[in-house]
């Protein structure tokens, strides 16, 4: 057959790979197309994980707390805290080792099959790399989604002809544990084929809350939901800092966020890694 696109990856094809990795079409498909998010369990290695945590202990000085006019609790009484949450970037063009260990996330083989299901291959990153740390006493964040009653043509969950569609898509790698009462992540199932909007009731976290999920999962775990997904973020409780490493990817057809990226950061990528990177 042809070569395919040059953005296109050489991995084996979705057919090929799922049943080795997951055992059963069935278990990728029938979990996001009902709950709108998977978890992948040890995406990183411990080696991985170290190199990523000890890249962000040498600039936790850089880290800057969003306080003040910045907050993102909105007034809510459930998710307001002491403090914000901290965001740092610019992890793609660390020096190394702790660039590469971060850049190496764009084509994580344990993570790409996946997204060629939900994103199709060809998947382009639409957002550049954030990370998110919280620490304890840090206030949440409102839920927000992009399902019902409108239509957001950057921002969908459809099924169409035997396969799922999907517009930005996150995938959240962890760098420390979450466990059950920590906080963090949060989302509600299912939500990316509602049809009506949340109440705001419910996005504040005051009332209904059984509907609402925390997502618990290991370092190393990534997980990867669709920006259709009602999804937040609780306050964070745990003694340590919460860590994420925030991607968001958009199928090979649409961009969100149009990005020219620098010739000095493609630079430092692989081959692969730059197809990602394809405007």
Same mark, same amino acid.
């Given at each position: 057959?042809?070569?395919?696109?040059? %953005? %296109?990856?050489?991995?084996?094809?979705? *057919?090929?790979?799922?049943?080795?990795?997951?055992?059963?079409?069935?278990?990728?498909?029938?979990?996001?197309?009902?709950? @709108?998010?998977?978890?992948?369990?040890?995406?990183? $290695?411990?080696?991985?994980?170290?190199?990523?945590?000890?890249?962000?202990?040498?600039?936790?000085?850089?880290?800057?707390?969003?306080?003040?006019?910045?907050?993102?609790?909105? @007034?809510?009484?459930?998710?307001?805290?002491?403090?914000?949450?901290?965001?740092?970037?610019?992890?793609?063009?660390?020096?190394?080792?702790?660039?590469?260990?971060?850049?190496?996330?764009?084509?994580?083989?344990?993570?790409?099959?996946?997204?060629?299901?939900?994103?199709?291959?060809? %998947?382009?990153?639409?957002?550049?790399?954030?990370?998110?740390?919280?620490?304890?006493?840090?206030?949440?964040?409102?839920?927000?989604?992009?399902?019902?009653?409108?239509?957001?043509?950057?921002?969908? *969950?459809?099924?169409?002809?035997?396969?799922?569609?999907?517009?930005?898509?996150?995938?959240?790698?962890?760098?420390?544990?979450?466990?059950?009462?920590?906080?963090?992540?949060?989302?509600?199932?299912?939500?990316?084929?509602?049809?009506?909007?949340?109440?705001?009731?419910?996005?504040?976290?005051?009332?209904?809350?059984? %509907?609402?999920?925390?997502?618990?999962?290991?370092?190393?775990?990534?997980?990867?939901?669709?920006?259709?997904?009602?999804?937040?973020?609780?306050?964070?409780?745990?003694?340590?800092?919460?860590?994420?490493?925030?991607?968001?990817? $958009?199928?090979?057809?649409?961009?969100?966020?149009?990005?020219?990226?620098?010739?000095?950061?493609?630079?430092?990528?692989?081959?692969?890694?730059?197809?990602?990177?394809?405007?």
């Amino acid at each position: 057959p042809p070569p395919p696109p040059p %953005f %296109f990856f050489t991995q084996k094809t979705e *057919y090929d790979i799922m049943p080795s990795l997951v055992g059963s079409e069935m278990c990728i498909r029938d979990s996001f197309d009902i709950n @709108g998010y998977i978890v992948v369990r040890d995406a990183l $290695s411990p080696d991985d994980i170290a190199l990523c945590n000890e890249g962000i202990d040498r600039r936790a000085d850089q880290i800057r707390e969003r306080t003040s006019e910045l907050s993102l609790s909105g @007034g809510s009484t459930a998710l307001k805290g002491e403090t914000g949450r901290g965001d740092l970037g610019g992890a793609l063009m660390w020096e190394e080792p702790y660039g590469s260990a971060f850049r190496n996330m764009l084509v994580n083989p344990k993570v790409v099959p996946y997204l060629h299901e939900i994103l199709g291959e060809g %998947f382009r990153l639409d957002h550049n790399l954030g990370i998110i740390t919280m620490r304890k006493g840090a206030e949440g964040h409102p839920l927000h989604g992009s399902s019902g009653p409108g239509f957001d043509r950057h921002q969908y *969950y459809i099924y169409k002809d035997g396969k799922m569609h999907n517009g930005l898509t996150v995938a959240a790698y962890q760098l420390a544990d979450i466990n059950e009462g920590d906080g963090g992540l949060c989302l509600i199932p299912g939500s990316h084929k509602g049809n009506y909007s949340c109440p705001t009731t419910l996005r504040h976290a005051t009332e209904n809350t059984e %509907f609402i999920k925390q997502i618990t999962c290991k370092a190393g775990d990534c997980i990867i939901f669709t920006e259709a997904t009602t999804h937040g973020t609780l306050p964070w409780t745990a003694n340590h800092d919460r860590r994420t490493a925030l991607f968001r990817f $958009s199928p090979g057809n649409l961009a969100y966020v149009g990005h020219n990226w620098s010739e000095e950061m493609l630079g430092l990528m692989t081959s692969e890694q730059r197809k990602v990177c394809q405007p």
